[in-house]
């Protein structure tokens, strides 16, 4: 995961329901579209708007996100995070780094990171990349990018 410093204009988001679509995290919600997509969360997939599941779990952690199954029901964090263990023994450590990054007041970007830190670079922001350790910690890398000529 990498994250760029936060600006004093970095948008937040409001309180919003999505549901649970085969598996995923769905935003019906067309209008909530681009406030998600401004803020940083989740990614357009075709006419839907998809949120990761560590993303979700960090809304639904932040009570930002009400998230209800096929049926309707609510889905608690604890369901979802189980969901998502069951899916990816990486899942809590996934949304560990998130919620720490996001309640720093990072946007965290998960793609490929050459790309991403060139992206990052031309937006006037530093990108960060966060790693666990073994005992938990989580320790902030500044990346830049480096240009070798051969000799």
């Known amino acids: 995961m990498e994250a760029t410093i936060p600006s004093a204009a970095e948008p937040q988001v409001t309180a ?5 679509k085969g598996g995923r995290v769905v935003v019906e919600e067309a209008s909530r579209f681009q ?3 401004q803020a940083g969360y989740g990614e357009a997939v075709g006419k839907r708007y998809v949120l990761k599941d560590y ?5 639904l952690y932040a009570e930002k996100l009400r998230l209800l199954d096929e049926a309707g ?30 309640s720093r007041g990072y946007v965290v970007d998960v793609n490929d990171l050459r790309k991403s830190v060139k992206e990052i670079t031309k937006m006037g922001k530093e990108a960060i990349i966060a790693v666990i350790e073994r005992r938990g910690e989580v320790i902030y890398y500044k990346v ?8």
């Open 144 to 151: 830049s990018r480096a240009h070798f000529n051969r000799m």
């Open 55 to 59: 993303e979700a779990l960090f809304l």
């Open 73 to 102: 029901a609510e889905v608690s964090f604890r369901a979802l995070s189980e969901k998502a263990q069951r899916e990816s023994s990486e899942s809590w450590t996934r949304f560990m780094i998130y919620r720490d990054l996001r």
């Open 35 to 37: 406030e998600l997509e």
């Open 16 to 20: 919003f329901e999505a549901r649970m």
